[in-house]
């Protein structure tokens, strides 16, 4: 089951957003970001998450699962 972070940085990628573009489009800190993506943190809040997915375009459960 991959992580959050994984998943993250797989949409990320798909979508060909550098760290840089998805701190700028979610508001999230960039050492958020960093921290999540390397599974330094690996339960991030549920409002940072939503963030992310809605910069992303995705639903959060994406992210999760």
Known sequence: MATI???IKKYR???GL???DLVRKSGVKHTTLTKIESDVVIKPSVQTVAKIA???GV???DLVK
């Open 54 to 56: 809605k910069a992303l």
């Open 18 to 20: 550098t760290q840089d």
């Open 5 to 7: 972070g994984e998943n």
């Open 59 to 61: 639903p959060m459960e």
């Open 13 to 15: 990628n798909k979508l």
